[in-house]
């Protein structure tokens, strides 16, 4: 796994989510068309974990940028409802062109074609079994098990098919899980659905394994040093990774 973008907000210095599994596969689309230029068009599939703008900012533009270069439509996986919102709120003709009903220009199927996910499902999607869960984030967001070696959260509040994956499943080894605001900002975080380090702290409570191997992303960027800080203050620093733009995982 190559990180495009290990942030919850974009600034001079950090990327919006994006998550290469391998040059066919990415979740998330926070930032494609800048990490990988023109090889956007070796991608078979994206993985929507939610609509929420800073994973999906560069989905349509990509889509339009290399309009006239794709020769096979673009895979895009997620939930029926994260589907529904985003064909009612971008892909409507009126915020962007609906590519789900555009023809390639090589007339090879259209431009987009929308999959829906179910919770709790084995899927094989291009080079890896990925099986959806609920994450307690927003309407029809999900996380996903990767290869049944990699629980990868995406923004999450309460994680408690996280814990029953890890606790119950010796094959898991690696946990990406968010931290995105300090602790200071514990009103927002719970309002918008968002871990916190002291947040994050009280969950691991609940995991009975100490072979876990825990990346942290999406911080907004402009907390990263105050997290970092609490995160040394409150013990959990020398337990987790925290992840950058570029960074890469082998997963497994």
């Given at each position: 796994m190559k990180i495009l973008g290990a942030f919850g907000s974009k600034t001079k210095n950090s990327q919006l989510s994006a998550y290469l599994l391998d040059e066919k596969t990415v979740i998330d689309a926070g930032n494609?068309?800048?990490?990988?230029?023109?090889?956007?068009?070796?991608?078979?599939?994206?993985?929507?974990?939610?609509?929420?703008?800073?994973?999906?900012?560069?989905?349509?533009?990509a889509i339009d940028t290399f309009y006239?270069?794709?020769?096979?439509?673009?895979?895009?996986?997620?939930?029926?409802?994260?589907?529904?919102?985003?064909?009612?709120?971008?892909?409507?003709?009126?915020?962007?062109?609906?590519?789900?009903?555009?023809?390639?220009?090589?007339?090879?199927?259209?431009?987009?074609?929308?999959?829906?996910?179910?919770?709790?499902?084995?899927?094989?999607?291009?080079n890896f079994r990925i099986k959806p869960?609920?994450?307690?984030?927003?309407?029809?967001?999900?996380?996903?098990?990767?290869?049944?070696?990699?629980?990868?959260?995406?923004?999450t509040f309460l994680c408690y098919h996280t814990w029953d994956f890890l606790n119950n499943n010796k094959n898991l080894k690696q946990l990406i899980i968010e931290v995105s605001f300090p602790s200071s900002f514990n009103r927002l975080a719970v309002l918008s659905k968002h871990l916190t380090p002291l947040l994050l702290k009280d969950e691991l409570k609940a995991l009975q394994r100490d072979d876990i191997k825990i990346y942290i992303n999406h911080m907004k960027y402009e907390y990263?040093?105050?997290?970092?800080?609490?995160?040394?203050e409150i013990d959990l620093y020398d337990r987790v990774t925290i992840l950058n733009d570029d960074s890469e995982i082998e997963i497994g």
């Open positions: 494609l068309i800048q990490s990988l230029g023109r090889d956007f068009l070796k991608l078979d599939n994206i993985l929507i974990t939610h609509a929420h703008f800073d994973h999906i900012a560069d989905l349509p533009t006239s270069k794709l020769e096979k439509p673009v895979n895009v996986f997620a939930t029926q409802e994260v589907i529904d919102i985003l064909k009612e709120n971008i892909f409507n003709n009126k915020v962007w062109p609906d590519f789900s009903k555009i023809p390639l220009s090589n007339n090879n199927g259209n431009t987009i074609v929308f999959h829906a996910l179910e919770f709790f499902k084995d899927y094989t999607i291009g869960y609920p994450n307690f984030h927003t309407f029809g967001s999900c996380g996903y098990v990767i290869n049944d070696a990699m629980v990868f959260t995406s923004d990263r040093d105050a997290i970092i800080n609490e995160l040394k």
